[in-house]
T-cell receptor, first 111, second 110 residues
Framework: DAMVIQNPRYQVTQFGKPVTLSCSQT?????MYWYQQKSSQAPKLLFH???????NEADTPDNFQSRRPNTSFCFLDIRSPGLGDAAMYLC??????????FGPGTRLTVL | GQNIDQPTEMTATEGAIVQINCTYQ??????LFWYQQHAGEAPTFLSY????GLEEKGRFSSFLSRSKGYSYLLLKELQMKDSASYLC???????????FGGGTRLMVKP
């Protein structure tokens, strides 16, 4: 089945220790998104790629970076995680239409 | 800016009908989405409205009034598994971006 895959599902890191979250898709969608979602809050868009074009939201901290080496994969790098970065990180994709398909998310814990 | 409002929490009884409202004020409008999100899981797509009126899909229906900046999600014959958060999201332009509301946590009781 075509899908959006995120690994790992749960990630624990230490304060200040770089961490990378990964997302892959088999939908062949040209747009990929990274959202941060904290408990009981709406998903907050961090950035997105339209093909290889990177688009950063204005209020996304510099601590967050992203890479998209090819159509299928997209990575979220957190250079120096703080306690406030503990959240669920959602990857989503979309094609020609607006509907976004979400992966299962990675729950990040910062110790 | 973009502003999307929906109630924070609702409670309903198994077998009943519940309506979750969403109002929006956005710089543009290119469609409104409803997503369901169970605790600790990813949002899953429920419905999409771009024209005024009602879209029905099984037990779930979604209504849109663009002139009023208003939508609702109607859930019929509620089941315990419908306990989840329901997210209203608006696409403000022809691109693929979505702006999400804070979500409505629905609790279905026996």
């Amino acid at each position: 089945d075509a899908m959006v895959i995120q690994n790992p599902r749960y990630q624990v890191t230490q304060f200040g220790k770089p961490v990378t979250l990964s997302c892959s898709q088999t939908l062949n969608h040209n747009v990929m998104y990274w959202y941060q979602q904290k408990s009981s809050q709406a998903p907050k868009l961090l950035f997105h790629y339209y093909d290889k074009d990177f688009n950063n939201e204005a209020d996304t901290p510099d601590n967050f970076q992203s890479r998209r080496p090819n159509t299928s994969f997209c990575f979220l790098d957190i250079r120096s995680p703080g306690l406030g970065d503990a959240a669920m990180y959602l990857c989503a994709t979309s094609g020609d239409y607006n509907e976004q398909f979400f992966g299962p998310g990675t729950r990040l814990t910062v110790l | 800016g973009q502003n999307i409002d929906q109630p924070t929490e609702m409670t309903a009884t198994e077998g009943a009908i519940v309506q979750i409202n969403c109002t929006y004020q956005t710089s543009g409008f290119n469609g409104l989405f409803w997503y369901q999100q169970h605790a600790g899981e990813a949002p899953t797509f429920l419905s999409y409205n771009v024209l005024d009126g009602l879209e029905e899909k099984g037990r779930f229906s979604s209504f849109l009034s663009r002139s009023k900046g208003y939508s609702y999600l109607l859930l019929k014959e509620l089941q315990m598994k419908d306990s989840a958060s329901y997210l209203c999201a608006v696409s403000p332009n022809a691109g693929n971006m979505l702006t999400f509301g804070g979500g409505t946590r629905l609790m279905v009781k026996p």
